[in-house]
């Protein structure tokens, strides 16, 4: 219980001048209340020496029950260096971002994209453990990172609320001078779609052909088979069994996926493309990620063509024409029934991965008719489609993914 | 060698900074149920003498030691020297040398207290300043309060003392080293990641700080520290392992003047001893 804890507040420094008498006042102030839970107020201190280290040590040892709240960066910084916050409960000192003075530049599943400042963008999420997910997205981003994709790494956390002063989430925030989403330039420069397509197909194939160590990152087929097993009673048993059937065959890889490809999470900066939200990243077959393409830019749009422009920034068919040649430019061909087969097999993906998160709830602004209209959907197609599996085709430009002769299944 | 073993290489009598006397401090020594253990005064090597002196053949083992106040272009250091000879000249001259930069200090504080507020003192007490062992600013804070020059000896530091930066004259680490070796002894790098008491050294930079010492001759890190957390600790003995060093184990010990527990060194959190513990641990076993 938050009010069982002691609370004392600590001052503008802790060093070796001080440490003695400020450790003092804090036994005074413990004096006679036995082994309680204790809090640390630190919305006051400014600096941190060793000296003041050693005697949160003592002090935790004494009062194993301790937390320290209120924590500013730097403090937090050296806490982390030094391994406290290993084993001592350390909350930082949020900054306080009002929505009011952003400008929103997209939604996105638990959340939402703000440009906060000329040269900042705040990624909002809401809902549950929003500062574990924010941490997980960090880390992911890190492996990234490390493994050569250009990937934005959030340099702040901050605490987020609306006009009225009311929170509303956290936010990751990330530096990011003069940078643009895909999701704007495709809004506001048709001229530059060509480029968009490129760049976003390129990224695609960058991130696909990198591997990843095996254990870093989750496996998407396994998530692909839970979104297909809380389908099981909405689709008839012959269908509901075929539905697992193309997934389980699809191959296993090691391949990095992006989870959540979409026009708002590519950016262009100057003339740099950076991914961001990466707390889906994981490994698999390019399949899941070209599904879950098609659900963000066709399936979600499909019964409310204007879900687009308000989803997205750009028009339905915008989003329609930007598919077709991501696809085309990805796997390498102009061939109307290739494009045609390898769209339908990530259609499924893309379905499947929608109507499960209206019945897992990530959706729950989907209505009955969007529900229907996918529902018939995937029936058709588990009715005409026997794989899962796509093919990319070599490209000219080197770039081309590199399968195992069994995942290298050419579409007829 | 497996935990359980209760040593503690660092402690502080009243010859410097610590609140128990020699004869306290071997009774909580003894109380504590700790088998080896080492005084380790700043720059004085009087707490040594005096435990040889009242030590019974029933008392734990013990290590002659001492802890000295280091500095160079680099920062601020702590060696702490264990079995030494303390007769021998090279202690007795790094301890003088010690001793008298700290004597001129004083001075120089007493002087500029004089003529830049007019605080004066009585030559007796000036005399009996100068004849501490380790005099310093708390002293003459002290002294401020007894005459009013001040509320507090806090305040006596910070509105009055610290007014004037000396150029201080320090130990530096090399000449501390090669007295402790000269000694016969082992010099230890104390609390490695905390430098002389504020700092936080971690990383390449403390990496680059062991191995600058360690050409000088240094043979030990104290990896096992009261204030050290696990990640600390096992930074320090990886570093040590690196360059084939001694560990030691020290509480920092003072007394009522910190709220550090004798024997509290980490040592209980670890299922068996490092190698460079255990090695230090036997050459003193052998004697």
């Keep these: 219980m938050a009010d069982s804890f002691v ?70 910084h050296i806490l982390t260096l030094t391994g406290f916050t290993e084993f001592l409960t350390v909350e930082k000192a949020y900054r306080v971002v009002s929505l ?60 987020v609320v609306d006009a009225e002063g009311s929170g509303v989430g956290f936010g990751a925030v990330y ?18 779609s060509d480029r968009c397509v490129s760049e976003f197909a390129g990224m695609l194939k960058q991130m696909h052909a990198t591997e990843v160590p095996p254990g870093r990152l989750p496996d998407m087929k396994e998530t692909a088979l839970r979104q297909a097993a809380l389908l099981q009673n909405l689709l008839p048993e012959e269908a509901g069994g075929k539905l697992l059937s193309l997934l389980r065959e699809v191959p296993d890889g090691n391949h990095m996926l992006h989870g959540d490809f979409h026009t708002k999470n590519l950016l262009l900066q100057k003339d740099s493309v950076l991914l961001t939200d990466m707390d889906t990243l994981s490994v698999g077959h390019p399949v899941f990620d070209l599904g879950q393409i098609y659900a963000a830019l066709i399936g979600w749009c499909e019964s409310d063509p204007g879900q ?12 329609r024409q930007f598919w077709r040649r991501v696809l085309a430019a990805f796997l390498g061909t102009d061939d109307p029934q290739k494009l045609k087969a390898a769209e339908d097999r990530a259609r499924i993906i893309g379905y499947t991965r929608l109507l499960s998160g209206s019945v897992g709830g990530i959706y729950p602004e989907a209505d009955q008719t969007s529900l229907d209209g996918w529902t018939n959907a995937l029936l058709q197609l588990l009715g005409s489609v026997d794989s899962c599996l796509i093919n990319p085709f070599p490209v000219s430009d080197g770039a081309a993914l590199s399968f195992s002769p069994e995942e290298a299944h050419c579409i007829q | 060698m497996k935990t359980p073993v209760k040593v503690d290489f660092h402690m502080h009598t009243t010859v410097s900074d610590g609140t128990d006397t020699p004869e306290e401090i071997l009774n909580r020594v003894r109380q504590a149920g700790i088998s080896m253990f080492s005084v380790t005064d700043h720059d004085a090597l009087k707490g040594c003498y005096a435990i040889r002196n009242i030590l019974t053949e029933t008392d734990p083992a013990f290590i002659t030691g001492v802890e000295f106040s280091c500095k160079d272009e680099k920062g601020k250091y702590h060696i702490l020297g264990y079995g030494y000879d303390p007769d021998a000249k090279s202690m007795r001259d790094v301890v003088e040398k010690g001793h008298l930069f700290r004597i001129n200090k004083v001075r120089a504080r007493l002087d500029y207290l004089r003529t830049e507020f007019g605080f004066a003192f009585s030559e007796e007490d000036i005399r009996k300043l100068l004849a501490l062992d380790n005099p310093g600013k708390p002293h003459i804070g002290n002294m401020m309060v007894k005459y009013s020059y001040a509320e507090t000896k806090e305040i006596a530091i910070t509105h009055y003392i610290n007014g004037i930066h ?38 390449d930079e403390l990496d680059e700080r062991v191995k600058r010492l360690t050409d ?46 004798l024997g509290d060194t980490g040592l209980d959190d670890v299922p068996v001893i490092p190698d460079g513990l255990r090695r230090f641990i036997e050459v003193f076993a052998e004697v």
């Excluded at chain 1, 687009?308 to 989003?319: I, K, V, Y």
């Excluded at chain 2, 150029?167 to 490695?192: T, W």
């Design chain 2, 216 to 261: 000088f001759g240094l043979k030990g890190l104290e990896g096992f520290y009261s204030g050290f957390t696990k990640k600390l600790r096992e930074q320090v003995i990886a570093i040590a392992d690196r360059y084939r060093l001694f560990v030691t184990a020290g509480s920092d010990y003072h007394g009522s003047n910190k709220m550090v527990a």
């Design chain 1, 100 to 159: 009011e003075n952003c400008k929103a530049i997209g939604r996105c599943a638990g959340g939402a994209l703000y440009r906060l400042l000329p040269d900042s963008l705040l990624r909002l999420c809401r809902g549950s453990d929003p500062l574990d997910r924010i941490e997980h997205e960090r880390k992911a981003a890190r492996i990234a990172l490390v493994l050569g994709i250009p990937t934005a790494i959030s340099c702040d956390v901050v605490k």
């Design chain 1, 175 to 192: 530096q990011l001078p003069d940078a643009r989403s895909f999701s704007e330039i495709l809004a506001e420069q048709p001229d530059q």
């Design chain 1, 308 to 319: 687009s422009e308000r989803w997205q920034c750009f028009d339905f068919e915008t989003g």
């Design chain 1, 7 to 76: 609370k004392i507040a600590l001052e503008e420094r802790i060093d070796s001048f001080n440490s003695i008498k400020v450790e003092k006042n804090i036994y005074r102030e413990l004096d006679g209340k036995g082994v309680v839970p204790v809090e640390l107020d630190a919305r006051q201190l400014r600096y941190i020496s060793s000296a003041g280290l050693r005697l949160l040590l003592r002090l935790y040892k004494s009062y194993p029950a301790m937390k320290i709240t209120g924590v500013n960066d730097e403090v937090y």
């Design chain 2, 166 to 203: 000396f150029r201080s004259q320090y130990v530096r680490p090399e000449e501390a080293i090669a007295g402790i070796l000269g000694g016969g002894g082992i010099p230890v790098l104390a609390h490695p990641c905390y430098g002389s008491g504020d700092q936080l050294i971690v990383g």
